[in-house]
């Protein structure tokens, strides 16, 4: 039941940065410098990061239902491919100057 809590939790917090544009929750960004956040484009990286959570919030959902329907394999497959995910967004997210203005 773990998975789902944390699903709902990243499918939340997706919500409040893209759709409220609540930036200030972006670890790295909120501690930035004005000058600093001048650079990026708020639009993009909220619509970004909420696209990034929303899908580790799936994976994490999707993972529940491995452990509500006693599939261990089906978890072990949801967290590699979360971690997985997760990497491939860092790479993403900080090369090629995606969310800069």
Partial sequence: MIHIGTGLL????????KVKKMTWMIA????SSAKKKAQYNTDA????MGKF?????GIAIVGSVGEIFDYPVIMYISWSVFS???VFFLIYANTGGRYKN
């Fill in 28 to 31: 790295g960004y909120n501690t």
């Fill in 45 to 48: 990286l909220a619509e970004g």
């Fill in 10 to 17: 990243l499918i939340f917090l997706e919500y409040l940065i």
């Fill in 84 to 86: 997985l995910y997760m």
């Fill in 53 to 57: 959570l929303y899908t580790l919030g």
